[in-house]
């Protein structure tokens, strides 16, 4: 008759665990309510959150999106300025080269110019020869090329007047001999001349052989043709036909 106490204390135990198991089962399904519960409350409050910033962040995504437009803009202007400086820079630097180059070209032309002017000089009637002569010791190492090419200009205006014009000397003359001559003298541009000593006693001519300016005194020209023309030249005679005589301009 000692069995049915075993049972019933096996039941009690069985039923006690039970209720135990129960209670821990509905402690955890609690724990999850809560952390549920409290998982709802923080994705509501970031919800809230984010409905509560969201114009600001649009705000601040506009502005920022209005920046980065406006860089862009500076940007594009700030490449196309770089491109146009760069443009300008090498039109500067071309520019530079052929003034370079232009230069150049006028120093090596103004060399050559003041060199023929040189060699011209021998060439030339005494009265211009020496106007010629000291205008070219006004070019020194220290002239410029402006100065330089006002005085080419004005050897080349000195040469055309006397070109244009018959002109009257008196004055000292060196021949080819050596001697020193008192010569009146008539210039026809600066190609030809006529001569005569004061006293008539001698008459000639002058004329570029060679290169040379060179003086002839035989006699061929009448005196009374020279005093002539002389008296026309000064205004002291109407003007008139004189045969003189012509040398054409001789080289080898």
Same mark, same amino acid.
């Given at each position: 008759?000692?069995?049915? +106490?075993?049972?019933?204390?096996?039941?009690?135990? @069985?039923?006690?665990?039970?209720? $135990?198991?129960?209670?821990?089962?509905?402690?955890? /399904?609690?724990?999850?309510?809560?952390?549920? !519960?409290?998982?709802?409350?923080?994705?509501?409050?970031?919800?809230?959150?984010?409905?509560? #910033?969201?114009?600001?962040?649009?705000? %601040?995504?506009?502005? !920022?999106?209005?920046? +980065?437009?406006? !860089?862009?803009?500076? !940007?594009?202007?700030?490449?196309?300025?770089?491109?146009?400086?760069? $443009? %300008?820079?090498?039109?500067?630097?071309?520019?530079?080269?052929?003034?370079?180059? =232009?230069?150049?070209?006028?120093?090596?032309?103004? =060399?050559?110019?003041?060199? /023929?002017?040189?060699? #011209?000089?021998?060439?030339?009637?005494?009265?211009?020869?020496?106007?010629?002569?000291?205008?070219?010791?006004?070019?020194?190492?220290?002239?410029?090329?402006?100065?330089?090419? $006002?005085?080419?200009?004005?050897?080349?205006?000195?040469?055309?007047?006397?070109?244009? %014009?018959?002109?009257?000397?008196?004055?000292?003359?060196?021949?080819?001999?050596?001697?020193?001559?008192?010569?009146?003298?008539? /210039?026809?541009? $600066?190609?030809?001349? /006529?001569?005569?000593?004061?006293?008539?006693?001698?008459?000639?001519?002058?004329?570029?052989?060679?290169? #040379?300016?060179?003086?002839?005194?035989?006699?061929?020209?009448?005196?009374?043709?020279?005093?002539?023309?002389? @008296?026309?030249?000064?205004?002291?005679?109407?003007?008139?036909?004189?045969?003189?005589?012509?040398?054409?301009?001789?080289?080898?």
């Amino acid at each position: 008759m000692k069995t049915p +106490k075993k049972i019933t204390l096996v039941l009690l135990i @069985a039923t006690a665990c039970l209720f $135990e198991s129960h209670a821990s089962t509905i402690k955890d /399904y609690q724990l999850l309510v809560d952390k549920w !519960l409290n998982l709802h409350k923080q994705r509501n409050q970031l919800i809230a959150d984010w409905q509560s #910033q969201k114009p600001l962040l649009e705000q %601040r995504l506009r502005l !920022l999106n209005i920046e +980065k437009q406006r !860089l862009k803009e500076k !940007l594009a202007q700030s490449k196309q300025h770089n491109d146009e400086v760069s $443009e %300008r820079r090498n039109q500067i630097l071309l520019a530079q080269s052929k003034l370079e180059s =232009e230069q150049h070209e006028l120093t090596l032309w103004l =060399e050559q110019s003041i060199s /023929y002017a040189h060699s #011209q000089i021998t060439s030339l009637p005494p009265p211009l020869a020496n106007t010629w002569r000291q205008s070219l010791l006004q070019i020194t190492d220290a002239s410029t090329d402006s100065e330089t090419l $006002e005085v080419l200009l004005l050897l080349q205006s000195k040469r055309q007047a006397f070109n244009q %014009r018959i002109s009257f000397e008196k004055s000292k003359i060196t021949l080819a001999t050596g001697k020193h001559v008192l010569l009146e003298q008539i /210039y026809i541009g $600066e190609k030809l001349a /006529y001569v005569s000593t004061p006293d008539g006693t001698q008459t000639g001519i002058g004329f570029v052989a060679n290169n #040379q300016w060179q003086w002839q005194l035989n006699n061929e020209m009448p005196y009374a043709d020279f005093v002539k023309a002389k @008296a026309i030249l000064q205004h002291r005679q109407e003007a008139d036909f004189i045969a003189l005589p012509v040398t054409l301009e001789q080289s080898q």
